[in-house]
């Protein structure tokens, strides 16, 4: 059990990792615990920028489509995030925001799924799910006739798609307002062997936690480029279909980038081969330029094991300094105390006051966010997240709840949340 | 009649608009006649995005969600673009690409349309309208059980019309590959008058030409940010609803940010307001930033008749030009000669060997672009063509036409065309 602050820097002083908070621009002195909403800004992304912004568009111009190779950055970025989260290169390209890209899989997943089995009207998610998703799902469901029906809670998920009628599972592995994480394996056996396809969601997950979207047999999946892949604020999305759908599956928003052949300019769509079958319009340079920077600095770790190792331990710190520090102040655990349940990110609920403590905190330099009604949401990125940084976050937590100064902080509140 | 450089000069001298072109940032000797493929990088662009990133994103992280009022860009960015298309204020949002943008304003449409006349199967566009649109277009008449009807010319669009069941016709005001321009108003007209909602895409008059959304009583549109608007590659697009749709409308994409109430995190669908309901994922932040700065460079002509007047000026003296200096070569003119139906481009078609001739204007520093089979087109930027740079792309022209030494270019042809 830690007991000092001087604990805390021995370990981060033989952290491994350690050296990866370099490749990022961090305000002095902000203990930034908000990577799971918004990855910190890259070193390198500035830079990077600048040289896409004047020599690639501003004196490169329209050949830079060939010569900067802009055309291919979808496929190039792919490749890199496929590394991360168990895909083959060529099964996984950025396109669109992550909302856009649900709307494609699942509708893809959704005309599989109804073409093999017609008598099926189900789509299975949960009502914690990050509410996108399901406004997305409810459009699809009503456009296919079918029903979209929620687990209250993980545990009825397996029930649910027992009763032999859900077409599509669609889920986020790890919940964004509990870090809750599933067991993406058995929950694609389970629904493989009730006959349903299993869409995954991976915006908490890619860069935070190891995924093996292959080894683990998913059918299809998205993520975010802006949360642990540091992509920047509306970073484009990814997506990626299992080989074995990705030349038979056909996804609605069959716009050019999409096409096989997109400069024949011919009348009639006929979709590229496999996941590129999954873009649309024309890809978003700047943005992307961005995303490869943030993508980056996640591949430099070395792999995701090495980063679970200390997203583990940080979540884990962080759970046990608040068990020994906070107690007594009404806060409660929602986020799984066991690893294997748990992505990067650890969440407390406060029935009363969580909006502004979590004010209260940010004014004090510790950078966690609030999700409505009660929770207080931190998240632990492996990349420049310090152990010192976790013990001085708790060491402020307990500060506020413990002088209730907090209290003024709610005439200081905003409108919006983010 | 011009007959020297001398003259053009003099008129670049004389031009009420020659300022404009400091805005940008354009390779030293080059004439770029490509701004409606990829327009120029205004020189605000850079030091703009660099705020954003180390400012804004670097420093101000989550909170500039808030602060930077970054939640505001699609609405804010909108509204400028509104005032150049004729739109009133919080009637036009900035979102995702043209695409899709394409694919929301279609289906909103085609279910209007169908849900007051539900016996109509057709949607009504052009065969040689751009690509994208059509694909887009099969995919949606595929899901409704509607038929894609394509008139092979301009002129057999009414008769089409008059057939009486057509639920929506989808145009290009101006076309990607003659440049021709549509009467609007009058297109709108004979649609309504034959109970026909009416979607036009701008990809190619957002900044290029006057439009009057509303005055000429179209129903909806979506436009492109890259090219007229100088957004960079790939910035995101545009999309409009009259204000008598706007409320009633539903959209399929419909991610959190087109909700009523994104951050109470509801688990149901509920559209946001008027045309807000068209957004769909997180704004992408640096992308929308970049077609800010482009949009502002069209907004300091101080109305878009001045730059059609210039645009005219240009395109009539390109023609002209060309008609006097390149006669006996082949080159056909498929560009309408009477102003009301051009737009801001000129295209002139060679039967043999097309794209090497474009390659060799390229080598020689005048920037147009090919396309397939036999088109050689040339966009005039009124922001940043001065009178001069045509006369010399077309004493370049006639050069490579005259010696034939663009035979040579084949063999340094590149496989993929942008």
Not at 326 to 332: K, S, T
Request: hydrophobic share 45%; with cysteine.
């Amino acid at each position: 059990m830690m007991t000092s602050r001087e604990q805390a820097l021995a370990i981060d002083s033989d952290d491994e990792l350690a050296h990866l908070r370099n490749q990022f621009d961090l305000p002095e002195g902000l203990i930034y615990l908000d990577g799971n909403s918004l990855g910190a800004l890259p070193r390198a992304t500035a830079t990077r920028l600048q040289e896409v912004v004047q020599r690639e568009w501003g004196q490169g111009l329209i050949g830079s489509w060939n010569d900067a190779e802009w055309a291919t950055l979808p496929a190039r970025i792919g490749n890199k995030i496929a590394a991360l989260v168990g895909a083959n290169p060529g099964e996984l390209v950025v396109a669109d925001s992550t909302s856009v890209n649900v709307y494609k899989a699942l509708s893809a997943a959704l005309e599989l799924a109804l073409a093999a089995q017609p008598g099926r009207r189900r789509i299975l998610s949960e009502r914690h799910n990050f509410p996108t998703d399901l406004y997305i799902a409810e459009s699809l469901a009503r456009q296919h006739g079918c029903e979209l029906v929620l687990a209250d809670e993980p545990g009825q998920i397996p029930a649910l798609l027992n009763e032999g009628d859900v077409a599509v599972m669609m889920l986020t592995q790890v919940n964004y307002r509990t870090g809750r994480m599933h067991d993406m394996a058995a929950l694609n056996r389970q629904a493989h062997q009730a006959g349903t396809l299993a869409l995954w969601d991976l915006a908490h997950s890619a860069g935070a936690v190891p995924v093996d979207l292959n080894g683990d047999d998913a059918d299809f999946a998205v993520g975010c480029g802006y949360k642990y892949l540091n992509g920047g604020p509306g970073a484009p999305a990814f997506i990626w279909a299992h080989a074995r759908h990705a030349d038979h599956c056909r996804q609605p928003l069959s716009g050019w980038f999409g096409h096989a052949a997109p400069f024949d300019f011919t009348p009639s769509y006929a979709p590229a081969p496999g996941s590129s079958r999954f873009l649309c319009g024309t890809p978003a340079v700047l943005a992307m330029s961005a995303l490869e920077c943030g993508v980056d600095t996640v591949l430099a770790a070395g792999g995701m094991e090495r980063l679970r190792r200390k997203s583990l331990a940080l979540t884990r710190l962080f759970i046990e300094l608040v068990d020994a520090h906070c107690d007594g102040h009404g806060l409660l655990l929602v986020t799984p105390r066991e690893d294997a349940q748990r992505g990067s990110q650890v969440c407390l609920a406060l029935a009363d006051g969580a909006y502004a403590v979590m004010q209260a905190l940010i004014a004090r330099g510790v950078v966690g966010d609030f999700r409505a009604p009660d929770i207080l949401r931190f998240g632990f990125t492996p990349l420049y997240t310090r152990y010192a940084d976790v013990w001085d976050a708790v060491q402020v937590l307990t500060q506020v709840l413990g002088t209730g100064c907090w209290r003024e902080a709610r005439y200081h509140d905003k409108g919006a949340v983010t």
